[in-house]
């Protein structure tokens, strides 16, 4: 079940950004880092730490951030606002709250809804770094012998053996056709998040329901429901698809109304190939696990292991 795992990919991926219903409301960024004028100034929070992007931050334009020379952002620490509001956290849900935030702490960024998912996760790490300090506890259960083993992460060597990311990606299909892919936008990631939160809804729903078969009905169009949504996304990612024609030209599709129709009525080998390399390109930035040597003495089982770097968890746990 190929498609299956896939999907599970996605809303592993998208789950991160999901804590739980509620909603941030009131969240402006501080003002208060640009103000010379008060006497207090002094003691207003600095930089802790300057970080580049996966992306390189080459691809947006001024809309989205101010770019710096060197390309190092400036990261600040949380403010004591900030992280009341993270602690309060209606709801990271509709992207507000991490958009808030990251207009907090990393001023330059003047978009967080259009960069790159992976720029925001690396993005999130960082202010992590920043407010609470490098090292980040990690307990892991080995698979094995059940024991839990302690060990520290480092941010800084998480952010600096991240992958680059381009704007798109190339690949060559085996029936001839080549297509391009563009990676998602946190903006996409938002949209999957709450189609996502709304069917664990249902699900809880669901499971109240009388009778196996309402119950296998509501399932199914529930995961009716997801399923669509990984096909939209799937369109979404897909900037073109080329072919060469009998003349030997390269013909470049764009259009979405045709891209959606070819998705609809390719085989599904094609389907597969494609959804594949979606999920390959969405993997890239921030590695999430980490290679963990069991503790136990009498065990000698190496396993990976996610870090959570999931906002919420991140910083109301510390
Ligand atoms: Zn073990």
Do not use: W
Not at 24 to 40: F, V
Not at 132 to 154: I, W
């Amino acid at each position: 079940m190929e498609s299956k795992k896939s999907l599970k990919l996605l809303f592993t991926q998208i789950n991160k950004y999901i804590v739980n219903s509620k909603e941030l409301y009131g969240a402006k960024m501080s003002e208060q880092i640009k103000n010379q004028s008060n006497p207090l100034s002094a003691y207003f929070r600095a930089p802790k730490m300057y970080m580049s992007l996966p992306s390189g931050a080459k691809y947006y334009d001024d809309d989205i951030c101010d770019k710096p020379e060197n390309g190092e952002f400036a990261v600040y620490p949380m403010t004591t606002k900030d992280e009341m509001m993270l602690k309060n956290p209606d709801a990271l849900l509709n992207g507000e709250a991490v958009s808030n935030l990251i207009k907090s702490c990393v001023p330059q960024v003047k978009d967080p809804i259009k960069l790159l998912s992976a720029d925001v996760d690396a993005i999130l790490i960082a202010i992590r770094g920043a407010s609470a300090g490098d090292d980040v506890e990690v307990n892991a259960e080995c698979p094995k012998c059940k024991e839990t083993s302690h060990v520290v992460v480092s941010i800084d060597s998480s952010l600096s053996s991240m992958e680059s990311i381009e704007d798109a990606y190339s690949k060559d299909l085996n029936n001839g056709l080549g297509i391009k892919v563009l990676p998602f936008t946190y903006g996409n990631t938002i949209k999957a998040g709450i189609a996502s939160f709304q069917s664990t809804r249902s699900m809880q729903a669901i499971s109240e329901l009388d009778g196996d078969m309402e119950r296998l009905k509501a399932f199914n169009s529930s995961f009716v429901q997801l399923a669509d949504l990984n096909f939209e996304m799937m369109i979404d990612s897909i900037a073109s698809v080329a072919f060469t024609d009998a003349d030997g030209q390269v013909v470049n599709v764009s259009e979405r109304s045709a891209i959606r129709e070819f998705l609809e009525n390719t085989d599904n080998t094609t389907g597969k190939e494609i959804e594949k390399f979606v999920n390959e390109v969405n993997t890239k930035g921030v590695k999430q696990d980490i290679r963990i040597e069991c503790q136990n003495e009498k065990c000698d089982n190496v396993f990976d292991t996610p870090i959570n770097f999931d906002p919420v968890n991140f910083f109301t746990d510390s």
